[in-house]
């Protein structure tokens, strides 16, 4: 069975509405050298350790549940020379034992879900550093509220405005350090590069048993795009350093 994801983020090279550049950021606003041990939950395709090992020499360990995002992060690692600086684990992360205070920064881009959302997230990954070590997650927000009647978001879109959502992170022990969000390049660039992606593979699969499927999933998604998220929906990274 095609899983949507691996059919529409086959070609991403970070799987959010950000961009090499704002990664980068981060890992400056993290304060991130060759000394940092960084933890990457929900790490995908590898994007975003690729750019953070690659720029600031730190090492990571990664944890991603799907074997096709697995196993291209892998390759990826090893093309780029950086295995010495990436450990991928192939887990849920769910279930991953984080222990205590071992990890100078701890991240979660687009992945929150793991944990129920934002405040299940902090709570998961504040532990994970030490005292003045910091916790990033990329999560999406509402840019306007309350949300207009006619758009009611999907189950599990529980999400709040940025205001709020940093609230969230100071609420969780955290001082929050840094905003870097996503701009409407950056929202188009990710959103249409799973046009190409679904476009592509149903013209090469005409008589899969799942095109079907993934045509009404794409098509609902860039309907919803168009209609509702590009307008009503953000997504931020949110940087904050550990209190405790
Ligand atoms: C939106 S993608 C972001 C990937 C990566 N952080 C990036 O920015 O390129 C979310 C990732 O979380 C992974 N994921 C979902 N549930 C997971 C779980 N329980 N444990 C580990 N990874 C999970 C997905 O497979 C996917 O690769």
Redo the contacts with the bound molecule.
């Keep these: 069975m095609a899983w949507y994801?691996a059919v529409v983020?086959r070609f991403?090279e970070?799987?959010?509405p950000?961009s090499v550049e704002k990664i980068r950021l981060l890992g400056e606003r993290l304060g991130l050298g060759p000394g940092s041990h960084v933890l990457?939950?929900?790490?995908?395709?590898g994007?975003?350790a690729l750019v953070l090992a690659g720029e600031f020499g730190c090492r990571i360990t990664s944890?991603?549940?799907?074997e096709e995002?697995h196993s291209v992060a892998r390759e990826r690692v090893r093309e780029a020379g950086l295995d010495h600086l990436v450990e991928l684990i192939h887990?849920?992360?769910?279930g991953f034992p984080i222990e205590p205070g071992r990890y100078d920064a701890a991240l979660c881009?687009?992945?929150s879900?793991?944990w129920d959302g934002l405040d299940g997230t902090l709570a998961a990954l504040v532990p994970a550093v030490r005292a003045g070590g910091s916790v990033a997650v990329?999560e999406p927000y509402w840019r306007r509220w309350p949300l207009p009647d006619g758009f009611q978001p999907d189950p599990g879109e529980d999400f709040t405005t940025l205001d709020e959502t940093v609230r969230r992170f100071e609420g969780a022990g955290l001082a929050a350090t840094a905003l870097i969000d996503a701009s409407f390049d950056d929202w188009d660039r990710y959103e249409t590069l799973h046009w190409l992606s679904a476009e592509g593979w149903l013209a090469e699969h005409p008589g899969d048993p799942d095109a079907e499927e993934i045509r009404r999933l794409f098509d609902r998604q860039r309907d919803r795009y168009l209609r509702w998220e590009r307008d009503l929906l953000g997504w931020a990274i949110i940087a904050g350093r550990s209190k405790a």
């Excluded at 887990?91 to 769910?94: G, P, S, V």
């Design positions: 994801f983020e991403h970070i799987q959010n950000t990457d939950v929900g790490s995908g395709r994007g975003p944890v991603e549940r799907a995002f887990a849920d992360a769910a881009l687009g992945a879900f793991i990329g």
